[in-house]
């Protein structure tokens, strides 16, 4: 950034010169919701830029706009609404099935990031809060939509049952990811309470970028949660 200082007031004015340490994700804090506040649909239907896919299931999960409880660590630090999925009564997980959160990015929010992606020795970092009432670990991945596609397979770690935890991933760059300066989605992050083996696999290695496969997004997730009756998933803070 370059300030200039004008004399004669003693006021300043600062000129940046690009965007980085700035948040890419909009609405992260999951405080916009003009659609409506609860829904059972798949798709875009509560949150602004977050939509939540719902496929196979047997009881659509109910997605809201929720309040985070005072007392907790993200509301100690100024956060106040979450993105909230409870689970309808499925009777099993298939092959097909997936509650999928996703969020799309435009190219040119990352081609003008700061971030140097064909360097692997520059990062970007991934953190959000996330809170199930079961205890297990989530999947998710990101994917790559200019250029030869790409997917970075991640995993949350255990997480304790209803507890608020922050998840962070700091990401390298890879030599074969593209970014248009244009306004097209170049990069989705997933994240994902439950999504079945049609579009997973065991062989995928978590936290390195590989050629994007749809059949191989993450490892085999834990469908735990996805089979408990009314169990809750939440998220908020992310940033990117």
């Not at 200039?4 to 600062?14: E, F, K, L, P, Y």
């Not at 496969?213 to 990117?240: C, H, M, P």
Request: charged share 15%; net charge negative; aromatic share 10%.
């Amino acid at each position: 950034a370059a300030i200039t200082v004008n004399n004669s007031d003693g006021t300043c004015t600062a000129n940046l010169s690009n965007r980085q340490n700035r948040n890419i994700i909009i609405n992260g804090a999951m405080q916009v919701a003009q659609r409506g506040t609860s829904s059972t649909s798949s798709g875009y239907q509560t949150l602004d830029r977050f939509a939540v896919f719902i496929g196979g299931a047997d009881e659509n999960p109910t997605i809201s706009q929720a309040d985070i409880a005072s007392g907790t660590t993200p509301y100690t630090l100024g956060f106040r609404k979450s993105l909230k999925i409870q689970n309808g009564n499925q009777t099993s997980a298939g092959g097909g099935d997936y509650v999928w959160i996703h969020h799309p990015i435009e190219s040119q929010d990352i081609a003008q990031s700061g971030w140097n992606y064909t360097s692997t020795s520059s990062f970007i970092t991934l953190s959000f809060w996330i809170k199930s009432s079961v205890a297990q670990d989530f999947k998710g991945y990101l994917r790559t939509k200019d250029g030869t596609n790409k997917s970075y397979a991640l995993a949350t770690g255990s997480l304790t049952a209803d507890t608020w935890t922050k998840v962070i991933k700091v990401i390298p760059g890879h030599s074969d990811l593209q970014f248009d300066n244009d306004t097209d989605a170049g990069l989705e992050v997933n994240i994902l309470p439950f999504m079945g083996t049609d579009r997973t696999t065991n062989s995928v290695t978590e936290d390195a970028w590989k050629t994007w496969n749809s059949s191989e997004r993450t490892k085999d997730a834990t469908s735990t949660w996805y089979t408990t009756n009314d169990a809750t998933f939440e998220i908020t803070g992310v940033q990117l």
